[in-house]
Structure formats: structure tokens, C-alpha cells
T-cell receptor, first 113, second 115 residues
Framework: DADVTQTPRNRITKTGKRIMLECSQT?????MYWYRQDPGLGLRLIYY???????NKGEISDGYSVSRQAQAKFSLSLESAIPNQTALYFC????????????FGDGTRLSIL | GQNIDQPTEMTATEGAIVQINCTYQ??????LFWYQQHAGEAPTFLSY??LDGLEEKGRFSSFLSRSKGYSYLLLKELQMKDSASYLC????????????????WGLGTSLAVNP
């Protein structure tokens, strides 16, 4: 079983719909992150959480919201999806400490028509 | 400002050696990561450098020069499966001990290994 699980893996939806992407982890890490990846733009941080009561905006949080339901669960919502939110979305986790790498889920490919 | 530069694309031959460079200009530094990402897949951790010098791990080695703001990833005995994107990421200093701030990511270097 994957240590960091994202659902769904693929989603096609229409403009204006509300979408939730879910992430769960069995690594016991406190820190969780949501990124989007677009060709030519690399990985961009949307939101991150260092523990259950901590939520922080990343560089591109407009149009997104998150919920940290438990240490193991971190969900990303698009309240009203728009086509330029079409991207590959990754959830990642890490343990505390500057030398600790981030561990990524397999990604969700989201297409908004 | 915060900036990381990597070449966009590189090509190499199976069995050869390739060096992928990364230069960074960041307000503080607390370590540098290299990740590998195959097309459509998740990034996976390769190496971490915080001190100057070379870290060797099998066919892959990573080098860091903090004074020059420079790192490279060295891949030896290239295999076709090494065709992937290689991402460099820098950790800025944290505000307290053990506080791992969000990473600053480069755009990645797409490596194509040809037979």
C-alpha cells in the first residue's frame, strides 16, 4: 500500500463545480502539503499544514481551500472550478526537520472543461 | 529574491555520465534536495546536501558548494530508466530549531537517455 494516497487519481469536471481532492498518509508525519504542477511552471505550493491546528497559504492559494481533518488527512477543495485550475495536483508529507525530505502521493490529474 | 536555475533539457547516451547543475540565489540556505520525477509520476527523493562536498549514493552523487550557491547531480552508467526530470529544491533557514520551512523548487531538468 502507498504511504501517501490521493483520491481520485483522475477527474474531469465542468466549470463552476465544487471539487474535493483527498490525501491520506500512513507515514505518521505531522507536515502535509498540496502542490500543483503545470508544464513549464514546475511545482507550486498551494497550502501547507505543520500540524492539525496549523494551516498556511502557499504561493498560489487563491481559488483553493483546505481542511486538515486529522494528522493523517489533508483535503484540498476548489469551491468553483475554472479551466485554468486544470493541472496535476500532488499531496506530500514530511517529518519535522530541515533535512527531512517530502514524500509525494501519486497525484491527481484534474481537468476542468 | 528567491531563484533556482537549472537547464531545461539535457540529452545523454546510455552508459555515459551526465552532470545536472543547479544554481540558487536565496535569502538564506539550510540544505538542498534533489528529486527524480518520471513523466506523469510523483517526485521521489534522491539526495540531500547541507555541507560542502560530494555525497555518493550508488550511481548517483550530489555535490554542494555553499559559497558559490551551486550544486550538481552526477549520474553514472546511465540507463534508459534514468530518463526523467530532475528537480532541485532549497530549504531556507527556519525560524526555530527543527522548523522546516517550505521548499523553494527549481523548474527541473528533463533528461533524455538515448540508446
Amino acid at each position: 500500500d502507498a504511504d501517501v494516497t490521493q483520491t481520485p487519481r483522475n477527474r474531469i469536471t465542468k466549470t463552476g463545480k465544487r471539487i474535493m481532492l483527498e490525501c491520506s498518509q500512513t507515514k505518521g508525519h505531522d507536515r502535509m502539503y498540496w502542490y500543483r504542477q503545470d508544464p513549464g511552471l514546475g511545482l507550486r505550493l498551494i497550502y501547507y499544514s505543520f500540524d492539525v491546528k496549523d494551516i498556511n497559504k502557499g504561493e498560489i492559494s487563491d481559488g483553493y481551500s483546505v481542511s486538515r481533518q486529522a494528522q493523517a488527512k489533508f483535503s484540498l477543495s476548489l469551491e468553483s472550478a475554472i479551466p485554468n485550475q486544470t493541472a496535476l495536483y500532488f499531496c506530500a508529507t514530511s517529518a519535522p526537520g530541515t533535512a527531512r525530505p517530502q514524500h509525494f502521493g501519486d497525484g491527481t490529474r484534474l481537468s476542468i472543461l | 529574491g528567491q531563484n533556482i536555475d537549472q537547464p531545461t533539457e539535457m540529452t545523454a547516451t546510455e552508459g555515459a555520465i551526465v552532470q545536472i547543475n543547479c544554481t540558487y540565489q536565496t535569502s538564506g540556505f539550510n540544505g538542498l534536495f534533489w528529486y527524480q520525477q518520471h513523466a506523469g509520476e510523483a517526485p521521489t527523493f534522491l539526495s540531500y546536501n547541507v555541507l560542502d562536498g560530494l555525497e555518493e549514493k550508488g550511481r548517483f552523487s550530489s555535490f554542494l558548494s555553499r559559497s558559490k550557491g551551486y550544486s550538481y547531480l552526477l549520474l553514472k552508467e546511465l540507463q534508459m530508466k534514468d530518463s526523467a526530470s530532475y528537480l532541485c529544491a532549497v530549504t531556507p533557514p527556519g525560524g526555530s530549531a527543527g522548523n522546516n520551512r517550505k521548499l523553494i523548487w527549481g523548474l527541473g531538468t528533463s533528461l533524455a537517455v538515448n540508446p
